[in-house]
Nanobody, 121 residues
Framework: QVQLVESGGGLVQPGGSLRLSCAAS????????MGWHRQAPGKQRELVAA???????IYADSVKGRFTISRDNAKNMVYLQMNSLKPEDTAVYYC???????????????WGQGTQVTVSS
């Protein structure tokens, strides 16, 4: 069984920063893509940032230049550094990872439980 556990959410003022962390645990053979999605009230879940195992990254246009995704492959962790936060960044942030748990099967998609980020003065 694989679990993703996020941490680091909270309340921050506009212009502030937060760093989200996500740790993958369980039976893990390899971790492929890891990333962050978010869902604001009344809106669909959207991709925020994603990183391949090789280190390539993609970002939503709305967060480019403000958010940075990084990984620690040895620890099966992914981080999201969020700077210059805006009220519109308020959402539940979910960690996502494509993880292979068996040498005899391909990878499966896993999600964390989500962490709330609120940007408000």
């Amino acid at each position: 069984q694989v679990q993703l556990v996020e941490s680091g959410g909270g309340l921050v003022q506009p212009g502030g920063s937060l760093r989200l962390s996500c740790a993958a645990s369980g039976i893990i053979v390899s971790v492929n893509a890891m990333g962050w999605h978010r869902q604001a009230p009344g809106k669909q879940r959207e991709l925020v940032a994603a990183s391949t195992s090789g280190g390539s990254a993609i970002y939503a246009d709305s967060v480019k230049g403000r958010f940075t995704i990084s990984r620690d492959n040895a620890k099966n962790m992914v981080y999201l550094q969020m700077n210059s936060l805006k009220p519109e960044d308020t959402a539940v942030y979910y960690c996502h990872a494509d993880i292979r748990s068996s040498y005899y099967q391909g990878s499966s998609s896993y999600w964390g439980q989500g962490t709330q980020v609120t940007v408000s003065s």
